[in-house]
Structures are given as structure tokens and as C-alpha cells.
């Protein structure tokens, strides 16, 4: 089976977001591979382990992307693209499914896996942005899969519900929380995955021009959350204070 | 001069850190109230390839150095003293002689299913009358035939219990100038004549395995000796200078847990209205801990870069050891003084802290040794 990831190098869960110039700053934080497409490379893996054939984990992203990479390389993905976007200006979704897409052009896929949203933008746009253009069908929010006679059967997340899906490969989904456990890269994976091919590529190498893949949104703001104000304890009669409170919500919170 | 990790190292600290958090953290307090040898987690980490981290692919082994190995060891030694030293000596005391000495049977035959995590391994050198002093082992091996008989008794022999292969110092003659030769042989643990006890109800490492050999007519064929003959006592202090470089990793990782723990409780904790870090006599206790830790990470890693370069490391070693675990011991102490009373208790852990690195001030060579060890370096 020709089985592949999209991976992101995302922000540490742990770390602070630290906002500076209208920009998140990224000084001295700690990256990791985004914790959706641990899942999704996790699961390539078991297919192929079952299925056989080959793992192939994809990066759109800076240089410092290729440890991430290793990082996958090592749990057990046979070989890694690293697709340089740092020559493009203003950024977005549908630049990584464009040039996703252009990645794509030649390949034979037979299941692509990613993460359901990553953990930094949280658009979950990527994933399906790329299938329409590969015109192949999506299913995010996995939690199972089982693949017979190229034909996939899917259990998704709806909302806390389950769906049970069919459907014929190629397909691309997009992994949820729940759907297996990854596994720690083992040591000698990890002094391995030095030997296993990683190719650099420029977007040229792609055949697009920079303008070609520019984000269609602006960015006009960044900002954090108002700091939580401190709340206020009404005092009084329960009836009193629910008086109170109805006043308030409408004179000062104008919320009714 | 480059200071850099390599990606490997980097990985490895990561993926070990992501193992020891979540596998290891959570079952600490019981390990060490309950004195239990988690021998469940000793077997994932044989599945991950810790046990077998500087050995060749040939012998089951990971293929890693020295400096990955201490960053592994200072990442479990982090979360768990008793765990820490169970697996650097595993490595570092069972597995390592092996390695070094062996011949090409005796690697493939002990060494490999020690690599691949399959069992463990303990080295008996310290007896009740030879600690320190270990020229003064009792043990005897004798050739009769083509077999060494073996009679003695060791003591405090790390995972002695779980071990399915001892290496064992004994007296085998005596060289030409009537000095005693002192030889490893290697013993499976369920020779006929070998007693394991588990006699001990330790101060702290409580969770790690502590054994007594008692070695009762205990025949192994002659092929068991490991290594030159002539030159046992030389290739056991190898093997603990080697030791000692993961000894020194271990409280390294001792040294890092105490000021992570200081430095947030001291943040959290309000005395005179201010948090505890805004008093200068406690900043001042956080920022020597700060700076012996690194000044110790820098020793201990040079040891290992030597070791891995094959240059000379023994007085690096010995600094490394002596310099990391009395930071180990001081950082822990001063970790209880910043949490005061709750620091005592033993659910705010760094009491634990203190008690494990004080095993390390002593076990592969006494604070007092290493400064003997590096006396002698220096040519008194
Ligand atoms: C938990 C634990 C695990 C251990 N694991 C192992 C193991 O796996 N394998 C193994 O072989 N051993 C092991 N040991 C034994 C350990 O290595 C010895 O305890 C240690 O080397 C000290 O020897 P000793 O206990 O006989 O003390 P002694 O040698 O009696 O020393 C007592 C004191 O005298 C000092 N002293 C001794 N000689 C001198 C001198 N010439 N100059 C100045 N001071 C001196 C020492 O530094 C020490 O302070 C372990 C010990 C413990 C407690």
C-alpha cells in the first residue's frame, strides 16, 4: 500500500503563547509534531504493518521541520518530504493544500492520513482543501479504521457520537483524538531513521511560483483573550439576588 | 568546540523524558514506599532498546554512545532514582564487561538477550570484607579440569534478584610477584551453589533490586572467564570508570528534578505576602543550584564525548561522578529547605530526592575513592 502522512511541526502543548508585534513569537519554544498527526503517522504504521508497503510523511514548513520528521522516520515511516514554504509571504490553509496538492500531482496514493485540526491554527482545512483537489473523497475525525479488498471502514467522531463509514480507497482522512495510541520511537529506530531518506523540496522543485500559493486571508490582528476580571458575589436574599442579577446582565453585561 | 546535540541525542531525550513521565512518574511514590523493583517497566524499556543503547546492532544492541546513554540515564534518573539505577547498572555493570571483555560466544551468548532487554544483569565485586579496598577480594576460583570452581560471598549487588547473568570477581592465582590475580568469570544466575537473598531494607534507591551472592562450589566451564586472565583487576576499573559516567548521569537527573521542584514551589508558595522566589536568600539557593547542575551536565557530558572519542577518561569520569552527585545531594537538600515542613513529607518527593542521591555519594566508588582516583591522575 502507498500510505501517507501530513505531518505539521506545531507549538509544545505545554508552552505560553506570547504574542509580540501582532506576531506569535517563537523564541525559545519548544516544538513537537502535532499531536493529531502523531496519531494519523501512528496509524500509517499499523496499516502497513499489516498491509505492507510503504510510509511516506509529508511536511509543508521551515528547515527545522526535519526534526519533527526524524522524529517520524524513527517511530517507523520508511521516507520523509520536507517542502520548503518559508519563501512565501502571507501564508495560509489553502497555500499548504495548494502546494500539497502540486506534491501530489505524480504520486500513487492509495490512503493519505493527517490530523483532524492541529493545534496551533486549528482550521482542520487542510486535509479536505487537498482531497477536493485531488478529487479523491475525505473522512475526518476518525477514531477506527479497517481496510479489506480496498475498501476502508471507518468509525468517525460526530460530536461525541459515532458514524460507521464505507468507502472505496483512495481516500484521505483525517485523524481524532481516541483513534490509537503512538508509539515511542524506539532506540534503534531512532539511530536508524538517520539512514532513511529525507528530501528537501523548493516550491520550484513543485513547479509553482510563490504568488501562486499565497494565502487568501489577511491577518488584520493578533491578540490574546481579555485576562479573565475578577466575578462578583451578589449578597442579599436568594430573590433579591436573582433581581439583582437579571438587572445586571441587562443594564451592564447587555446580554438579555 | 561545538555544544550542540546531535538529532539522535535530542530524540532520545525526548523520547525517554515522554516515557519516564508517563510511564514511570506516576508509580514513583509506590516504588519507593513499597521498596517494589518495577520489573514491568524494566521489560518496556527492553522493547524500546534502552537496555541495550551502546551496544552494537550485532549483539541486539541500539547502537547509540556513551553520551546518548547518559542522557537516557539522566532523563529516568529524573523522575526515578530507584529505576535510574537499576538501568545504568544494568547497562553500565551487567551488560558493559561483556562488551568489553568478551569473546565473540560470550557476547553472543550473554550479551545479546541482555541488550535486547530479554533478562538482566548484575557484576559482583564488592564483598563484605572488599569495598572499597577491592584488591582485597576473598572470593576464590580454582581450575579443576576444565571447569572453575567458585567459593565466596558478595554483597549489595544491584539487581542481583532479576538477573539471569552474574559477572563475579574472584582471586585465580597469583601473578609472578605473589600479588593476588583477580578475574571476572561469568555465572547464570541458576548454577547449582549460587544463593540470591534479597536481605536489604535500604535508605533510599529503595525500588531498586539489591542482592547477596552466596557462591557454594559453583562450577562453570573454564570458557565463563571473561576477559584476559592476567588482567581482571585492570578491566574491572574500566568497566567502573565507564560506570561511573552514568553514575554521575543519574544525579544529574537527581539534581534537575530537585531544582524543578524548587524553583516552581518557591514560585507558588506566598509567606510575608510575596512568593518565595522574590526573597534573595532563596533566589541565591536557585541560582547555585542552577549554575552546579549545568557546570555538572558539562563534566558528565565530556566524560562521555572522551569515552565515545576513545581518548583517556578516567580522571574526567571521576570528576564527573564526584562533582554530579554531591551537586546531586546539595540540590536535593536545598529542595527541602525551600518547601520547608511539606519538603519533609514524603508526597512532595524531594525528601526521596535526597535519600536516593545519597546512594550515589557512595555505590561504583565513594565520594573518598574518586578523590583517590583523581589524586592518582595527578601523579601522587
Ligand atoms: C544500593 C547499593 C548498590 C550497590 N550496587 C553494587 C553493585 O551492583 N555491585 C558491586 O560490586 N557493588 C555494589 N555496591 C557496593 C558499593 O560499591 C560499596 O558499598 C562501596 O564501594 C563502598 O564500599 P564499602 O561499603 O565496603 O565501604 P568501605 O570501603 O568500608 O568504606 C567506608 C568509608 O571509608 C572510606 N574509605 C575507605 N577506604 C578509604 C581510603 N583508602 N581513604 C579514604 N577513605 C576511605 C569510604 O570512602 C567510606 O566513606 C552497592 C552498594 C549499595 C549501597
Redesign the interface.
Given at each position: 500500500m502507498n500510505i501517507f502522512v501530513l505531518m505539521k511541526r506545531t507549538f509544545d502543548t505545554e508552552e505560553k503563547i506570547v504574542v509580540e508585534n501582532s506576531r506569535v513569537s517563537d523564541d525559545g519554544v519548544e516544538f513537537i509534531i502535532n499531536p493529531y498527526d502523531e496519531f494519523a503517522i501512528e496509524e500509517a504504521i499499523k496499516l502497513k504493518e499489516e498491509h505492507g508497503g510503504e510510509v511516506t510523511v509529508v511536511t509543508v514548513g521551515e528547515e527545522e521541520a526535519e526534526k519533527e520528521l526524524r522524529t517520524a522516520l524513527a517511530m517507523g515511516a520508511d521516507k520523509a518530504y520536507l517542502i520548503n514554504n518559508e519563501d512565501v509571504e502571507n501564508y495560509d490553509q489553502s497555500s499548504t493544500s495548494e502546494i500539497l496538492a502540486a506534491f501530489f500531482k505524480d504520486k500513487e496514493v492509495d490512503i493519505i492520513l493527517g490530523g483532524n485540526v492541529s493545534n496551533d491554527n486549528g482550521t482542520g482545512q487542510v486535509g479536505p482543501r487537498l482531497a477536493e483537489k485531488l478529487a479523491i473523497p475525505y473522512v475526518t475525525t476518525i477514531v477506527g479504521l479497517e481496510i479489506s479488498d480496498r475498501k476502508a471502514t471507518i468509525e468517525r467522531d460526530v460530536e461525541g457520537d459515532q458514524e460507521t463509514v464505507e468507502v472505496e480507497l483512495p481516500v484521505l482522512v483525517t485523524a481524532q483524538q481516541g483513534l490509537n495510541e503512538p508509539r515511542y520511537p524506539s532506540l534503534p529506530g531512532i539511530m536508524k531513521a538517520k539512514k532513511k531518506p529525507l528530501e528537501v523540496l523548493e516550491l520550484d522543485d513543485l513547479d509553482l511560483d510563490e504568488d501562486e500559493v499565497e494565502g487568501l486571508t489577511e491577518t488584520v490582528d493578533v491578540f490574546l483573550p481579555p485576562e479573565k476580571q475578577a466575578g462578583r458575589i451578589l449578597e442579599g436574599e436568594v430573590e433579591e439576588q436573582v433581581a439583582e442579577l437579571v438587572k445586571l446582565l441587562r443594564t451592564e453585561a447587555k446580554v438579555i | 568546540m561545538d555544544f550542540e546535540l546531535s538529532?539522535?541525542q535530542?530524540?532520545?531525550r525526548?523520547?525517554v523524558r515522554?516515557?519516564a513521565e508517563n510511564k514511570i512518574k506516576p508509580r514513583t511514590l509506590d516504588i519507593d514506599k513499597k521498596a517494589q523493583f518495577p520489573k514491568d517497566l524494566f521489560d518496556e524499556m527492553g522493547?524500546?532498546?534502552?537496555l541495550?543503547?551502546p551496544f552494537p546492532?550485532k549483539y541486539g544492541g541500539?547502537?547509540?554512545d556513551t553520551l546518548t546513554y547518559a542522557i537516557a540515564v539522566e532523563e529516568i534518573g529524573r523522575v526515578c532514582g530507584s529505576t535510574g539505577l537499576s538501568y545504568a547498572a544494568a547497562v553500565s555493570l551487567g551488560a558493559s564487561p561483556i562488551y568489553y571483555f568478551g569473546t565473540e560466544e560470550q557476547k553472543q551468548q550473554f550479551l545479546t538477550p541482555l541488550a535486547k532487554g530479554e533478562t538482566l544483569g548484575a557484576f559482583g565485586l564488592t564483598e563484605p570484607n572488599a569495598g572499597s579496598d577491592a584488591g582485597g577480594t576473598q572470593t576464590t576460583a580454582k581450575l579443576e579440569g576444565n571447569d572453575y570452581i567458585i567459593n565466596g560471598e558478595k554483597c549489595f549487588i544491584t539487581n542481583a534478584n532479576y538477573a539471569s547473568i552474574l559477572t563475579v570477581t574472584a582471586v585465580t592465582g597469583k601473578d609472578a610477584r605473589g600479588k593476588n590475580m583477580i578475574s571476572a568469570l561469568l555465572v547464570p544466575a541458576d548454577t547449582p551453589g549460587v544463593t540470591i537473598r534479597n536481605a536489604y531494607d535500604k535508605m533510599g534507591v529503595r525500588g531498586s533490586d539489591t542482592g547477596e551472592i552466596f557462591l557454594d562450589n559453583v562450577r562453570v566451564p573454564k570458557e565463563n572467564l571473561l576477559g584476559d586472565p592476567e588482567k581482571g583487576f585492570k578491566q574491572f576499573l574500566y568497566t567502573l570508570d565507564g560506570g561511573r559516567i552514568s553514575i554521575a548521569a543519574l544525579g544529574l537527573g537527581i539534581a534537575q528534578a530537585s531544582l524543578e521542584r524548587a524553583l516552581a514551589y518557591a514560585k507558588e508558595r506566598k509567606q510575608f505576602g510575596h512568593p518565595l522566589s522574590t526573597f534573595q536568600a532563596i533566589q541565591f539557593k536557585l541560582a547555585d543550584m542552577a549554575m552546579e547542575i549545568e557546570l555538572a551536565r558539562n563534566m558528565v557530558y565530556k566524560a562521555a564525548w572522551l569515552k565515545d572519542q576513545k581518548k583517556p577518561f578516567t580522571k574526567e569520569s571521576a570528576f564527573a561522578k564526584l562533582f554530579a552527585t554531591e551537586t546531586a545531594f546539595r540540590a536535593a537538600n536545598q529542595a527541602i529547605q525551600i518547601h520547608g515542613g511539606n519538603g519533609y513529607m514524603r508526597e512532595y518527593e524531594v525528601e526521596r530526592y535526597l535519600r536516593d542521591a545519597k546512594l550515589l555519594e557512595i555505590g561504583e566508588g565513594t565520594s573518598e575513592v574518586q578523590r583517590l582516583v583523581i589524586a592518582r591522575q595527578l601523579g601522587c
Open positions: - | 538529532k539522535e535530542e530524540m532520545t525526548r523520547m515522554a516515557f522493547a524500546l532498546g534502552l541495550g543503547l546492532e541500539s547502537d547509540g
